[in-house]
């Protein structure tokens, strides 16, 4: 390797430890405070037309730095998942809440958010003395919490649950696909695309539609 390579990658990865340094900020205030076990929250799936809400819970070491770590919707689906299996392994605790469509339906899509975010609290084996959440407030939790517009570029571990989220839900929406094979739910993960829409015409809806999201484009149900 010459020494201009060797140049070009030293300054590619100070470059990104400093971007990482700058999604710390939130935490490295907090730990100034005398926090311990910081937690961030993040969710996937309020926007698609079938299947659930998921949220994750994320504590992360102090001082830690994963490569590449970002907003999971800024990151490849190869790179999600090389990042999902990092923060499985490297995290302090980690857990998961999920709210069906059934749940969406009944509540609305707010709610179900947060009522999927407090399960993933609650799943986690230690109490968070900070939670770090994007842009959501919850109700009813004992923890000190901070919104963050835009959490899930701003904060690493708000990031490490966007990732944790996006991926557990997408691959829960690919064993769907394998069910309810006429929608392309692999493609489109169950958002409003041209394709799902129109399937959607054409056979109804399926058992993991939501309802309150679909109504618009169809009266019928898919059976099978």
């Known amino acids: 390797m010459t020494d201009k390579i060797q ?3 030293e300054a590619a990865m100070e470059k990104e430890h400093r971007r990482f340094q700058s999604m710390c900020a939130y935490e490295a205030a907090a730990y100034e405070k005398g926090a311990q076990l910081i937690a ?3 969710e996937a799936g309020r926007g698609p037309l079938a299947g659930p ?3 994750a819970c994320v504590i992360l070491p102090r001082d830690i730095f994963i490569k590449g770590l970002n907003d999971s919707k800024r990151l490849t689906p190869a790179r999600r998942d090389i990042l999902f299996e990092e923060i499985r392994e490297k995290a302090v605790a980690f857990g998961i ?3 069906d469509e059934k749940c969406i339906d009944r509540i609305n899509i707010l709610n179900a ?3 999927a975010m407090k399960a993933a609290v609650n799943s986690i084996n230690l109490l968070p003395d900070l939670l770090l959440i994007d842009a959501v407030k919850l109700e009813d939790m004992s ?3 901070i919104a963050i517009i835009k959490g899930d570029t701003l904060s690493v571990s708000i990031a490490a649950a966007s990732i944790i989220a996006k991926v557990t839900r997408d ?3 690919d064993e769907f696909d394998l069910q309810y094979p006429v929608y392309g739910f692999k493609q489109h993960k169950g958002y409003g695309t041209e394709q799902h829409i129109y399937a959607i015409k054409k056979y109804g809806i399926c058992p993991i539609h939501r309802i309150s999201f679909t109504k618009k484009f169809v009266g019928g149900y898919y059976a099978d």
């Open 7 to 9: 140049k070009k990658i």
């Open 97 to 99: 809440g999920m709210s």
């Open 53 to 55: 809400v998921v949220a």
């Open 113 to 115: 958010t947060k009522l």
């Open 143 to 145: 923890i000190e919490q």
């Open 171 to 173: 691959r829960l929406i």
């Open 40 to 42: 961030g929250i993040d």
